[in-house]
């Protein structure tokens, strides 16, 4: 998990583990249903208080080339910058 966090590709998580690169792509998703179950807690958590205030935050990329580009949108509770949702599309 950290190699991944890290921006550490697939490939090399395998060779730097020495594990099949089966096995770090499997990891991966099952890595993402906890996280994906981790962050449903904790917005139903957050459901119980009332949020004071919230930012949203862009981030204009690039998919492939420079002819593909990519918008994600943030919204962040601003005291402890919890991720609340986000939104991608094409501009």
Avoid: W
């Avoid at 906890?34 to 957050?46: D, V």
């Amino acid at each position: 998990m950290k190699y991944l966090c890290s921006g550490v590709s697939q490939r090399r998580s395998a060779i730097l583990l020495h594990v099949n690169p089966k096995t770090v792509a499997r990891r991966l998703r099952f890595l993402s249903q906890l996280a994906r179950a981790k962050q449903t807690k904790m917005l139903a958590q957050l459901n119980q208080r009332p949020i004071a205030e919230i930012q949203f935050d862009d981030l204009e990329t690039a998919e492939h080339t420079k002819c593909k580009p990519i918008s994600v949108s943030l919204a962040v509770e601003a005291k402890t910058r919890f991720i609340l949702g986000y939104e991608v599309g094409t501009p």
